[in-house]
């Protein structure tokens, strides 16, 4: 945990918020947000959220704007998300979603993108995170993706086949390094992919290394094994969006 906490806050300490978070501006998040819930805004008034792993907390702070009383929780150090919110109905705690410190069924809303797989025990943060949504209530979480079985000819075969094979191995080896040493082989990289591509700004693409390799925890599921994690707790997926098909799904429980 030391370690994911400490590349993370890395990562959020370099992050500019005038730069765009995963390429998206924060109207395309808001706008994917309703639809990852299936809601419209006028449902979302006097409603609580929690966005569990919040990050820069962006979308946390523009998700007040539906009238939603939010919280944001994060593992890291919160000072820059609180500065830069300005909005009274949200708030941010420090915490962890394996830990979560709130009582069960505490929110009608749990937005959760991009973090379980970054956790040490993603089944257990699931299991925390449902216990938090209020009956009636909806639990929507992004995880990567693992395929199982790779065959010929397949939709992005060769990608499943080499490319993330070796990024994870290439992780294995970048997320023990020193600190200062990541930071100069990120910089590297940005350097080089800067010479070819201007679509992202330089600090939009070193937190983009820094997230795909330096975390130690980055463990990649099957739809199948997510299944029994729903079965198990007496739901089933309700919506599966593979719109970010090649890297994850978007998983939604309704309580
Ligand atoms: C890839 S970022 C996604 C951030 C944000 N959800 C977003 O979509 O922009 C993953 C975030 O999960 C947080 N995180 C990882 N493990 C956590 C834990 N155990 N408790 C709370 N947050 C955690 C990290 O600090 C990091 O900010």
């Known amino acids: ?19 765009k978070s995963w390429g998206l501006t924060l109207d395309d998040r808001k706008h994917d947000f309703l639809k990852q819930f299936d809601v419209k805004p006028e449902e979302l008034k006097g409603k609580t959220l929690l966005d569990a792993g919040c990050g820069n907390g962006i979308l946390t702070s523009g998700l007040g704007d539906f009238g939603l009383k939010v919280v944001g929780l994060e593992q890291v150090d919160l000072t820059r998300a609180n500065e830069y919110n300005k909005n009274k109905n949200v708030k941010f705690v420090q915490g962890s979603v394996l830990n979560p410190p709130f009582k069960a069924e505490s929110f009608d809303f749990i937005f959760s993108s991009g973090v379980i797989h970054h ?3 993603p089944k257990k943060a699931f299991e925390e995170l449902l216990k938090l949504v209020k ?5 929507y979480f992004w995880i990567y993706r693992r395929k199982k079985g790779v065959k ?10 080499i490319k ?10 970048t997320c023990r390094l020193p600190m200062s040493v990541q930071h100069l082989l990120y910089s590297m990289f940005t350097a080089i992919f800067q010479v070819f591509s201007k679509k992202r700004t330089w600090t939009e693409r070193m937190v ?3 997230d795909s390799l330096s ?5 990649m599921h099957t739809l199948e094994e997510l299944s029994y994690w ?9 919506f599966i969006d593979e719109r970010y098909s090649k890297h994850g799904y978007g998983l939604l429980v309704k309580k």
Do not use: C, H, V
């Open 152 to 161: 010929k000819g397949q939709k992005y075969a060769m990608i499943w086949r």
């Open 208 to 210: 983009w290394f820094y």
């Open 119 to 121: 956790t040490s025990d």
């Open 1 to 19: 945990m030391k370690n994911t906490r400490r590349s993370f806050q890395k990562e959020w300490d370099i992050f500019k918020y005038s730069d």
């Open 164 to 173: 993330y094979p070796l990024i994870y191995a290439i992780t294995r080896i």
């Open 135 to 139: 009956k009636g209530g909806k639990f």
């Open 230 to 238: 729903f079965i198990e707790q007496g739901y089933y997926i309700k």
């Open 215 to 219: 975390p130690r925890y980055q463990s």
